[in-house]
């Protein structure tokens, strides 16, 4: 049971740095790295130069080596490398979301021919252990909705846009300089990194196998100092949400937007690089999980625990996807959304169910309206890089699954009358 | 791995009742209950009557059941059930945190002896995953501190004195008419609840075994509206709060005191019947856990997680206790504190490290100083009913152990230079 770990790590990144200096503090965990995979032998690294070798199959072709521990950036290589482990029957440890969450079903597979495990905790939310809870612990079919806060350098950009009053460029520089954002940010603050994680979490929370680019994302680059005046006035604070929500027996609604929430939401409060998961269970309700999303330590946290568990012989079971209940994706579903445009941008208003508000001034236009996610994901003029879309729901995610929640215990109260 | 449970149910109050109906409505376990013992046969049960019994033995010497639900008030009674249904190998799922903490050395034994599980998620927090996670994600020994509100009725209570400045009487009326506090709610006011939780969360955390009386835990009753009135003055948040903090490489320091905090205090926001942990680790650094802390379905939903990690042979491995490392719980360990009390109540004054405030007034005193956690539990003048002892703090109970992440973070960047 309490298997011994002989390791292979490729990449040594802040994280990959990070986990070997952690291992080599954790002795009890009985985890030894035999080899460090690199592409550039020329950088100084703080580790005995015997372990590096810039041939990867060094490792890969390494019997003693039971472990790979993957944490590179470029996710095709990644899959080539995760591929080749799992066929070679051994257990990876991953943090590369982009990797899974473009190749989950055939990793699974994979792991599952081969009878080895494939863990990734750090792939989402850092620290928070958000998959090893919605495997073990939430794993009853019973959830609802699960709506979070996964990006870190987006959700420092928006902290120190509302704080500080700074502008998306300069909060962005900011980033960079603590160290919270690529010097290429794109899949940032764009949205792509939290829509890939919302993939992985669609798989563990409703079974749900989907590709990023099906699911509508909205970063925060079109966010103006107009839109974060009017967060301001009203009492707002923006974050970027990446969300799931089940609003029938068998559809779910998924879709990352940034979001005004009241003060009193307690995702509104997760401030900087912190990262925070609201899930909405039919029996539990409400839980809240929070935690570092980003950084060496954090992220290495996480990839230290998936170690710890490998001990153990633990594998994901994605019970969510052998119960025989199907979930479909559903676009047909109406979003109160606040749209923020320049004067001279062509906004369809009849893309609108109902507009609730339009404000017009010489500097700045504002929709206030209900749309369906379909026409949000289809419309040209949602594109523009001029157009900020914000959604404007007071309710917390977790109430417009509340009708579930209502009817569940409705369906028990009566059961035991 | 995927076994088949027939569940012997042991009580039929409000949580049983809740096991029972959401069991009928989540066929996907396969769990079945067989029999349900209860004490009064005459009461009306929204289940069929062939199901009940009033004999135990009728569940205990059954051996087609493989699973004992244990859900009465009874410590006493309750451990005899325990032991006797581990002893005939039977797995356990209890929710009973005082028999849980006054026998745990024992029932740890008893489950080792007969390999089967005792699980018991739903003792500590409801339906927050806190055993789950501290024994299977954070279970590298680099845990610091944990700080929780672990008792839902005083929460309940302290949040009606808040918002609606009510007085504790009439806070505590509420609750009981709400069905969040008992008729006799001394458990819970007392402190009590919340010390038996913690005996549990330091078995878990730091691998301490000890019990409910050697630990400070003072309640809620002595607090008053002048109290109340001080918090909100200065713009606090009093919460019961139940601590474990490690302050050396081998000494831990724990208590459950009301607290002053700060209303951006992740622990300030946890309201009504909502419970929150806060969990410092060396690495992922801040954590934090919230949801709902009691009620019927919270409470059934942590039963029905032990029950469906039971399927695939889950046991508690109680990894904190084995690493050879040991904690002392310390108790010379100085606290800052704001004791409240009435004029002719005698404060001993030379008890306290130092003064830094003092009030005295016509119908009020109060004396802000740091004293030693001895002291507080020795002093005779801290026994008072009329005497508050409330922590004032401003730092986070992670804050007091910041030292060590500053220090393994510290370590650990030495080590890559």
Chains 1, 2 share one sequence.
């Not at 999980?289 to 012989?313: E, F, I, N």
């Not at 001279?344 to 507009?355: G, H, K, W």
Request: with cysteine.
């Amino acid at each position: 049971m309490n298997q011994q770990l002989t390791i292979g790590l490729i990449g040594f990144g802040v994280v990959g740095e990070g986990v070997y200096h952690v291992l080599q503090n954790t002795p009890s965990l009985g985890a030894t790295i035999k080899k460090i995979a690199i592409r550039h032998p020329e950088k100084k690294r703080n580790a005995p130069s015997a372990l590096f070798t810039t041939d990867l199959f060094e490792i890969l072709n390494d019997e003693e080596i039971n472990v790979v521990v993957e944490l590179i950036d470029d996710a095709e290589i990644a899959f080539q490398i995760v591929q080749t482990a799992l066929s070679t029957k051994k257990h990876v440890v991953s943090a590369n979301k982009k990797m899974i969450a473009l190749h989950l079903p055939e990793l699974i597979e994979l792991q599952r021919t081969n009878k080895v495990s494939f863990l990734y905790e750090a792939a989402v939310c850092g620290s928070i252990p958000i998959i090893r809870n919605l495997e073990e612990y939430f794993d009853n079919d019973l959830l609802n909705a699960i709506s979070g806060i996964v990006n870190g350098s987006t959700n420092f950009i928006l902290t120190k846009m509302d704080e500080q009053k700074l502008s998306f460029e300069e909060a962005l520089k900011l980033a960079q300089e603590k160290g919270f954002a690529e010097s290429n940010p794109a899949l940032d603050v764009e949205g792509k990194d939290a829509v890939n994680k919302l993939c992985i979490l669609l798989k563990h929370t409703f079974g749900i196998n989907t590709l990023p680019y099906e699911i509508l994302h909205k970063g925060i680059t079109q966010i103006t100092s107009n839109d974060a005046n009017y967060a301001t006035e009203k009492g707002y604070k923006i974050k970027l949400l990446a969300n799931a929500i089940r609003i029938s027996e068998d559809e779910v609604v998924s879709y990352v937007l940034p979001r005004f929430l009241k003060d009193d939401h307690p995702l509104a409060r997760v401030h900087n690089e912190y990262n925070g998961v609201l899930l909405s269970s039919s029996l539990a309700d409400e839980q809240f999980l929070y935690g570092k999303g980003a950084g060496r330590y954090p992220t290495s946290s996480a990839v230290l625990s998936d170690l710890s568990a490998l001990r153990y012989g633990y594998a994901y079971e994605y019970k969510k996807s052998g119960t025989g209940k199907t979930y479909t994706l559903n676009t047909d579903f109406l979003l109160k959304v606040y749209v923020g445009f320049p004067e001279d941008e062509a906004v369809n208003l009849s893309d609108f169910e109902t507009i609730h508000e339009r404000y017009i001034s010489n500097n700045e236009q504002y929709i206030i309206g209900t749309i369906t996610l379909e026409k949000l994901i289809h419309a040209t003029w949602t594109q523009s890089p001029d157009v900020s879309i914000i959604e404007l729901n007071e309710e917390t995610d977790l109430r417009k699954a509340d009708f579930l929640y209502e009817e569940k215990i409705e369906q028990l109260e009566e059961a035991l009358t």
